[in-house]
């Protein structure tokens, strides 16, 4: 028995309109190489320095896939979710906008759009607009989430 309290929100907690921030994670070589040894994509405009330099962006970018699960890191990090989320269920009209690049250091904005009460679940879906921005405030990825919450215990 444990006296774990979670403090993420209860689906009754979210409003419409609410908006979290979350905080900035800088994009390394590591990160990249880690990915691609985990996902098996190794594709050269992540991986080689000098065919990436012929392409369009002029230098290796990150994988729109690692960006998005550091989203979700990040996301989780904040604590909304944790302990109150009982399944993350849908990515929907995700656009990556602009490449991330080694040293780019990315934040999350999150923002409530709608609530769906699911009592059959024990609570609700919760539908989140995200917007991915990089250290000079540009979007480089907007989706929306739904993530399945918990009802508050009474």
Same mark, same amino acid.
Request: no cysteine.
């Given at each position: 028995?444990?006296?774990?309290?979670?403090?993420?929100?209860?689906?009754?907690?979210?409003?419409?309109?609410?908006?979290?921030?979350?905080?900035?994670?800088?994009?390394?070589?590591?990160?990249?190489?880690?990915?691609?040894?985990?996902?098996?994509?190794?594709?050269?405009?992540?991986?080689?320095?000098? #065919? !990436?330099?012929?392409?369009?962006? *002029?230098?290796? +970018?990150?994988?729109? &896939?690692? /960006?998005?699960?550091?989203?979700?890191?990040?996301?989780?990090?904040?604590?909304?979710?944790?302990?109150?989320?009982?399944?993350?269920?849908?990515?929907?009209?995700?656009? #990556? !906008?602009?490449?991330?690049?080694? *040293?780019?250091? +990315?934040?999350?904005? &999150?923002? /409530?759009?709608?609530?769906?009460?699911?009592?059959?679940?024990?609570?609700?879906?919760?539908?989140?607009?995200?917007?991915?921005?990089?250290?000079?405030?540009?979007?480089?990825?907007?989706?929306?989430?739904?993530?399945?919450?918990?009802?508050?215990?009474?």
């Amino acid at each position: 028995m444990t006296d774990y309290q979670p403090r993420g929100m209860y689906f009754e907690q979210f409003e419409i309109g609410l908006t979290t921030v979350t905080a900035g994670r800088t994009i390394t070589e590591s990160d990249i190489v880690n990915f691609a040894g985990l996902s098996g994509d190794y594709n050269q405009i992540h991986t080689d320095v000098e #065919f !990436s330099a012929g392409t369009p962006f *002029g230098q290796r +970018i990150a994988h729109g &896939l690692l /960006v998005l699960s550091i989203a979700s890191g990040l996301a989780a990090q904040t604590g909304i979710l944790e302990g109150t989320i009982i399944a993350f269920r849908e990515i929907n009209n995700w656009k #990556f !906008s602009k490449p991330v690049f080694i *040293g780019d250091t +990315i934040h999350v904005e &999150l923002k /409530v759009t709608e609530t769906k009460p699911l009592a059959r679940l024990g609570g609700g879906a919760v539908i989140i607009k995200l917007r991915v921005k990089n250290q000079t405030g540009s979007t480089v990825m907007t989706g929306v989430w739904t993530a399945l919450m918990m009802s508050k215990p009474e």
